[in-house]
């Protein structure tokens, strides 16, 4: 029961660098979604993809970019890493039904990035 | 805009409480509630989800309402274990679109005392 895969688990890495954050799902979900979690702020929504093909920003987009690569994957890219990225990064994924979604998300284990 | 919030921000009892956790909402137009559990280090788990044409869902000894009017949820956990330690935390789903809506409270951290 893979679920929801995220790799790396943990990433340290220096200003200025950059890396791919990547999501797998074995669900057959449509819609999967990138959230960053930050202490006392909840999660916040950072890109969406409502089907294969498609992304669209979410409330915090700014310093990142997403690949749909294909139905299973959706990564997250940041170009040019700074201090204010440090979070725990989750994916997660859903599949809608008629329009709207009544189906729960499921999420990954999540990425703990230090940017330093 | 969507706020949600939640209250308490930490709660501790003893094993064998029943307990309410609180999650309160600003727009009430709604589409579902979802209630999930955190473990540390760990990513969300999917507890009950509430359609906003419903009025409560239960799984176990877990119950979740919903008031849309008064923009409020409230999971109630009956004769509380140990491994029910953990966070907790509602999200929000407004109106039809996806991904953008989804609104997550900070969540309550709850201990079981042996």
């Known amino acids: 029961n893979a679920g929801v895969t995220q790799t790396p688990k943990f990433q340290v890495l220096k200003t200025g660098q950059s890396m791919t954050l990547q999501c797998a799902q074995d669900m057959n979900h449509n819609s999967m979604y990138w959230y960053r979690q930050d202490p006392g702020m909840g999660l916040r929504l950072i890109y969406y993809s409502a089907s294969e093909g498609t992304t669209d920003k979410g409330e915090v987009p700014n310093g990142y970019n997403v690949s749909r690569l294909n139905k299973r994957e959706f990564s997250l890219r940041l170009e040019s890493a700074a201090p204010s990225q440090t979070s725990v990064y989750f994916c997660?994924?859903?599949?809608?039904?008629?329009?709207?979604?009544?189906?729960?998300?499921?999420f990954g284990d999540g990425t703990r990035l230090s940017i330093l | 805009k969507q706020e949600v919030t939640q209250i308490p921000a930490a709660l501790s009892v003893p094993e064998g409480e029943n307990l309410v956790l609180n999650c309160s909402f600003t727009?009430?137009?709604?589409?579902?509630l979802q209630w999930f559990r955190q473990d540390p280090g760990k990513g969300l788990t999917s507890l009950l989800l509430?359609?906003?044409?419903?009025r409560e869902q239960t799984s176990g000894r877990l119950n979740a309402s919903l008031d849309k009017s008064s923009g409020r949820s409230t999971l109630y956990i009956a004769a509380s274990q140990p491994g029910d330690s953990a966070t907790y935390l509602c999200a929000v789903r407004s109106g039809w679109n996806y991904g953008q809506n989804f609104v997550f409270g900070p969540g309550t951290r709850l201990s079981v005392l042996p």
């Open positions: 997660a994924s859903s599949e809608p039904r008629g329009g709207g979604s009544n189906q729960p998300q499921h």
């Open positions: 509430i359609q906003s044409s419903q």
């Open positions: 727009d009430s137009a709604i589409y579902n």
